[in-house]
T-cell receptor
Framework: NAGVTQTPKFRVLKTGQSMTLLCAQD?????MYWYRQDPGMGLRLIHY???????AKGEVPDGYNVSRLKKQNFLLGLESAAPSQTSVYFC??????????FGDGTRLSIL | GENVEQHPSTLSVQEGDSAVIKCTYS??????FPWYKQELGKRPQLIID?????GEKKDQRIAVTLNKTAKHFSLHITETQPEDSAVYFC?????????FGAGTRLTVKP
């Protein structure tokens, strides 16, 4: 049982480049989340989705876009990467009132 | 929106001692309070959670208490062991999203 899988695990970008982070879950969960984790700041919610075809903004949505075209996938896009977006990105999913399950994270560096 | 504050940011204890981490939240509608443990380079993992209809919950050496009136909740680890060393996060949720505290780095000295 894979759970929550994030790809890629590591990526280095140049300022201005674009990329998409993929989160896939095989637990048939309705809810999916994207967080960023920076030293001393915990996990901050970027965007989330309460079901296929829906998305909503979290605490720090600026500079990111998301899509949930399929229930099992939640994509996080950076249209024009900036050094301030250097971070570790975590995806999570949950069903109903159950706890969130996290992926292993994507370490993103923007030069 | 919800704001979660967590203290202390670092905590060092001797093996066998107890550790207590405290969090406060701002939104009275929050009704679910999980605690996550994160080891270096790993994903956050749920260690215990509590819902607002319960004041205390215990799982072996770990316990969580909730004071809804004061809007604070705490994690208690007894008989600490070196493998308890990690960063611990509290969180609060009242609906579809969840807000996390900034984390506490716990070091257990052998």
């Amino acid at each position: 049982n894979a759970g929550v899988t994030q790809t890629p695990k590591f990526r280095v970008l140049k300022t201005g480049q674009s990329m998409t982070l993929l989160c896939a879950q095989d637990m048939n969960h309705e809810y999916m989340y994207w967080y960023r984790q920076d030293p001393g700041m915990g996990l901050r919610l970027i965007h989330y989705s309460v079901g296929e075809g829906t998305t909503a903004k979290g605490e720090v949505p600026d500079g990111y876009n998301v899509s949930r075209l399929k229930k099992q996938n939640f994509l996080l896009g950076l249209e024009s990467a900036a050094p301030s977006q250097t971070s570790v990105y975590f995806c999570a999913s949950k069903q109903g009132r159950q706890p969130q399950h996290f992926g292993d994270g994507t370490r993103l560096s923007i030069l | 929106g919800e704001n979660v504050e967590q203290h202390p940011s670092t905590l060092s204890v001797q093996e066998g001692d107890s550790a207590v981490i405290k969090c406060t939240y701002s939104d009275s509608a929050s009704n679910y309070f999980p605690w996550y443990k994160q080891e270096l380079g790993k994903r956050p993992q749920l260690i215990i959670d509590i819902r607002s209809n319960v004041g205390e919950k215990k799982d072996q050496r770990i316990a969580v208490t909730l004071n809804k009136t004061a809007k604070h909740f705490s994690l208690h680890i007894t008989e600490t062991q070196p493998e308890d060393s990690a960063v611990y996060f509290c969180a609060a949720s009242g609906g579809n999203d969840m807000r996390f505290g900034a984390g506490t780095r716990l070091t257990v000295k052998p």
